[in-house]
């Protein structure tokens, strides 16, 4: 069971508000995630960070923004959401020292702007 | 492009029968995962198998790779109701530096009772 934990869960915001999905992990590791994913489809890599002070962009464009002042935390920021930014957010870990770069998954956050 | 397309993208069997999904990627990997994910949730790590293995196994899942037609497969055995999910294929790239996973679209198993 990993420890990694999103919130909220689920979110319906109005267009133009500002939003900030939370993920913790108290696994210690180092690397940390966030993906998008469309009901149904695949996920795409939108920001991943190495350790404290470290945030990258992934493969696909996103307007959001990540922190990552402390090891266990990486909150995601939307300044101003849009209808086309709903969409599931999920946050995951992963350790250098997990085979493979093995990625541990939190529960997601749903989000809907109307 | 994605690095991961799995096929079919969507299965339904019945309960007890076998399950095979496939998975085919574009550039070198130095490893292969399968992870699973019900609806609405999380994904989940299932098992992982490095390019120079060939074959795996864990419980009820056998999951073979092949490097030279860049695919995988994934067999379930016997399964169950609660296999009920979707299946996802994932690779860390050379071109990623090895440093981040690729996910396919997936495919979506239905096992019915």
């Known amino acids: 069971e990993a420890d990694i934990y999103q919130t909220p869960r689920y979110l319906v915001i109005g267009t133009g508000k500002k939003i900030t999905l939370e993920c913790s992990q108290t696994?210690?590791?180092?690397?940390m995630y966030w993906y998008q994913q469309d009901p149904g489809m695949e996920l795409h890599l939108i920001h991943y960070s190495y350790g404290v002070n470290s945030t990258e962009k992934g493969d696909l464009s996103s307007e959001s923004t990540v922190s990552r002042i402390r090891t266990e935390h990486f909150p995601l920021t939307l300044e101003s959401a849009r209808p086309s930014h709903t969409s599931q957010y999920l946050c995951a870990s992963s350790d250098p020292g997990l085979p493979g770069n093995t990625i541990y998954f939190g529960e997601g956050s749903w989000l809907t702007v109307v | 492009s994605q690095q991961g397309e799995e096929d079919p993208q969507a299965l339904s069997i019945q309960e007890g029968e076998n399950a095979t999904m496939n998975c085919s990627y574009k550039?070198?990997?130095?490893?292969l995962q399968w992870y699973r994910q019900n609806s609405g949730r999380g994904l989940v790590h299932l098992i992982l198998i490095r390019s120079n293995e060939r074959e795996k196994h864990s419980g009820r899942l056998r999951v073979t790779l092949d490097t030279s037609k860049k695919s995988s497969s994934l067999l379930i055995t016997a399964s169950r109701a609660a296999d009920t999910a979707s299946y996802f294929c994932?690779?860390?790239?050379?071109?990623?530096?090895?440093?981040?996973?690729?996910f396919g679209k997936g495919t979506m198993l239905l096992v019915s009772p």
């Open positions: 550039t070198s990997i130095n490893n």
């Open positions: 994932a690779t860390a790239s050379m071109n990623s530096g090895y440093s981040t996973l690729t």
């Open positions: 696994m210690g590791h180092d690397k």
